[in-house]
């Protein structure tokens, strides 16, 4: 009964190589949401989406591309890893777009090593 | 632009109380979390606050003073399993009240 998953827990690449990273959501939410966070543990949005239309796409270099096929899926492919993108990517999901009082739920999390 | 202070560490015995705060400059505001994170796991939600005043939940407690951009979380008998790190994030109004910035986070140990 896995709310928010995520796929592959953990991924370690060479630089150059491309990867993907796939997000599903079993609550019925409209809103997915991209998240990075660095070593320093700081939570960043990359972006966002609801009902597979692309809303918030924060100062990410297009290296970075979001596809979301339908409303339960949002997978991200990065192209042309470099070592700064290693981090944990999370997923996470909300009821609607703007409700005040949405709570937002993260996914496990991806651990990204670039070497 | 959004700023949400919170401090970087805090440590606290088992068994008492602790306060975590949290101050935000944000454009607009509608709305105040926090989020507990043990090491390797994904956030989860903990509070939620919106209008002035405290909000219990058990052992955890969020106050919000909008006029002052303020917040803590309390954390009452401390348990070691509280060993975690703690994120305020703040949903602005208008353009953008969609999105969450989160603060650094506080990390809390809880020692014996």
């Known amino acids: 009964d896995t709310a928010v998953s995520q796929t592959p827990k953990y991924l370690v690449t060479q630089m150059g190589n491309d990867k993907s990273i796939k997000c599903e959501q079993n609550?019925?939410?409209?809103?997915m949401y991209w998240y990075k966070q660095d070593s320093k543990k700081f939570l960043k949005i990359m972006f966002s989406?609801?009902?597979?239309?692309?809303?918030i796409n924060e100062t990410v270099p297009n290296r970075f591309s979001p596809k979301s096929p339908d409303k339960a899926h949002l997978n991200l492919h990065i192209n042309s890893l470099e070592l700064g993108d290693s981090a944990v990517y999370f997923c996470?999901?909300?009821?609607?777009?703007?409700?005040?009082?949405?709570?937002?739920?993260f996914g496990p999390g991806t651990r990204l090593t670039v070497l | 632009g959004q700023n949400i202070d919170q401090p970087t560490e805090m440590t606290a015995t088992e068994g008492a109380i602790v306060q975590i705060n949290c101050t935000y400059q944000?454009?607009?505001?509608?709305?105040l979390f926090w989020y507990q994170q043990h090491a390797g796991e994904a956030p989860t939600f903990l509070s939620y606050?919106?209008?002035?005043g405290l909000e219990e939940k058990g052992r955890f407690s969020s106050f919000l003073s909008r006029s002052k951009g303020y917040s803590y979380l309390l954390l009452k008998e401390l348990q070691m399993k509280d060993s975690a790190s703690y994120l305020c994030?703040?949903?602005?109004?208008?353009?953008?009240?969609?999105?969450?910035?989160f603060g650094k986070g506080t990390k809390l140990s809880v020692i014996p």
């Open positions: 996470a999901s909300s009821p609607t777009l703007a409700g005040p009082t949405d709570t937002q739920y």
């Open positions: 944000t454009s607009g505001f509608n709305g």
């Open positions: 609550l019925g939410h409209d809103t």
């Open positions: 606050n919106v209008l002035d």
């Open positions: 994030a703040v949903r602005p109004s208008g353009a953008g009240s969609y999105q969450l910035t």
């Open positions: 989406y609801n009902n597979k239309e692309l809303i």
